[in-house]
């Protein structure tokens, strides 16, 4: 609606506005033709360095605008089909003379935020561009540049997780600082920039908190006597109870293996516990799992029970309050308070059902 009255306006007052058609001498109309391009080996070396930065690039924007859509839809997409469907794609397109595309995030957001639930409303998207492609690009050139740029504002503005602020705020300065360095990339030189350097932060970021959790110390008395509450062997987990743990670092690369556990989530137990003994770190990505974990056991009617957590993963949990996500009793010290929690939320549903 914005944009045809705004070009309707523009046009009836005779306004002196930087139109489509001013800027770019509007838009081809017609079917692109087929064309096979002329295969030259010699030029192979110098093209393999920037064709995997575009195709990096292109993937990283793709997976982007996905976890955008997750966000905005509480879906899960799946990130294989996602990048071979684009890789299918990018491989037609130079035929009929196209350049490499990705997910857009701006476009999924207005899709979204319109009620797209389905590939059906890709589809559409593709065969209203082609219809204005074919029939209505002479009347394109006449759309007013700033209609555009006030509609890319309010994309923008809606499409952003303004209350995800506060969130980042809580966590470790490093955490801040891949963040405040990436944003400041975006708005002042381009995406391309920013996640390429955003990238090389986040892992340097990974580096730096796999060595800071590799430790090397004695085995003590003290240290045995302790890990018995930890530990699973003689201890019955009741049925209504699943135990999950995570072994290893759970930074922004591994956040994928929770997958699993969201796709069964409708034939899991009433209470899930995720042991987090052997999970040396944790960061703001693997965080963000955790909360959409819980946000999405708790939608289903089940319960999320954290223990066990290690100094660099505890601290980090409760600067992030996570606690508001489920609760202050369900962050437990070891895997046998966790049981002992689980059994009394099973007490408390029995009673109110």
Same mark, same amino acid.
């Given at each position: ?117 389905? %590939? /059906?409303?890709?589809?559409? &998207?593709? !065969?209203?561009?082609?219809? +204005? @492609? ?5 009347? *394109? ?118 997958? %699993? /556990?969201?796709?069964?989530? &409708?034939? !899991?137990?009433?209470?899930? +516990? @995720? ?5 040396? *770190? ?72």
């Amino acid at each position: 609606m914005a944009l045809v009255a705004g070009t309707i306006a523009a046009r009836a007052r005779g306004l002196d506005v930087e139109t489509i058609g001013t800027r770019f001498g509007g838009i081809p109309s017609g079917l692109p033709s087929f064309h096979l391009p002329r295969f030259r080996p010699e030029l192979i070396p110098g093209l393999i360095v920037p064709a995997m930065t575009v195709a990096m690039l292109g993937a990283i924007e793709s997976l982007m605008s996905a976890m955008v859509a997750d966000r905005m839809s509480g879906d899960r997409h799946d990130s294989n089909v996602e990048l071979v469907a684009q890789g299918i794609a990018n491989i037609a397109s130079p035929l009929f003379g196209g350049l490499p595309a990705t997910g857009a995030i701006a476009r999924t957001a207005t899709n979204i935020r319109n009620g797209a639930k389905t %590939p /059906v409303a890709g589809i559409i &998207h593709a !065969l209203t561009l082609l219809t +204005i @492609l074919l029939s209505a690009a002479p009347l *394109a050139r006449h759309i007013p540049l700033s209609v555009l740029a006030a509609i890319l504002l309010v994309v923008a503005y809606n499409m952003g997780d303004w209350k995800e602020i506060p969130e980042l705020l809580r966590l470790t300065r490093t955490d801040v600082t891949v963040w405040i360095v990436t944003l400041a990339l975006t708005v002042f030189a381009d995406l391309t920039q920013a996640v390429g350097v955003g990238m090389v932060c986040a892992a340097l970021l990974f580096i730096k908190r796999v060595a800071d959790t590799t430790t090397v110390s004695p085995v003590t008395d003290e240290y045995v006597q302790e890990g018995h509450v930890h530990i699973l062997q003689n201890k019955i987990i009741p049925p209504y109870v699943k135990v999950f743990r995570i072994h290893g670092p759970f930074l922004f690369g591994a956040t994928e293996k929770l997958r %699993p /556990v969201f796709d069964d989530v &409708h034939n !899991l137990p009433e209470i899930i +516990i @995720l042991r987090l003994r052997n999970m040396t *770190a944790i960061d703001a990505t693997g965080l963000r799992a955790f909360e959409e974990l819980a946000e999405t056991l708790h939608q289903s009617g089940r319960h999320l029970v954290l223990c066990g957590a290690r100094h660099q993963p505890a601290s980090l949990i409760a600067r992030a309050d996570f606690h508001r996500h489920v609760g202050d009793a369900n962050i437990c010290q070891n895997l046998e308070e966790a049981l002992n929690r689980a059994r009394e939320i099973h007490g408390q549903t029995r009673m109110a059902s």
